[in-house]
Nanobody
Framework: QVQLVESGGGLVQPGGSLRLSCAAS????????VNWFRQAPGRERELVAS??????????YYTDSGKGRFTISRDDTKNTVYLQMDSLKPEDTAVYYC???????WGQGTQVTVSS
């Protein structure tokens, strides 16, 4: 049974940091590109960052939303992907989801709130 469980969200002040985790199970995690998306209230879900498989050097990609502030990484021994978020802004407030490309499954997400 495919599962993706996000964790690590919370309330943080502007300029603060959070590290999100996405624990995967039920499929061959290491073979899949994994993406982090986010969805703010009233807005479309948007891509934040992607990490490819180790066979292509775990290459990473960031959209403008996270470029320069967010770092995506993976540990295939733990079937886990991380999103380190620094210099957080109020506009980063959203529910954050991880998603394995090609897998028809979305987890429950983790809420990130950036507010003073």
């Amino acid at each position: 049974q495919v599962q993706l469980v996000e964790s690590g969200g919370g309330l943080v002040q502007p300029g603060g940091s959070l590290r999100l985790s996405c624990a995967a199970s039920g499929f061959s995690f290491s073979r899949y590109t994994v993406n982090w998306f986010r969805q703010a209230p009233g807005r479309e879900r948007e891509l934040v960052a992607s990490i490819m498989t180790a066979t292509v050097g775990s290459s990473t990609y960031y959209t403008d939303s996270g470029k320069g502030r967010f770092t995506i990484s993976r540990d295939d021994t733990k079937n886990t992907v991380y999103l380190q978020m620094d210099s957080l802004k109020p506009e980063d407030t959203a529910v954050y989801y991880c998603h394995a490309a090609g897998i028809n499954y979305w987890g429950q997400g983790t809420q990130v709130t950036v507010s003073s």
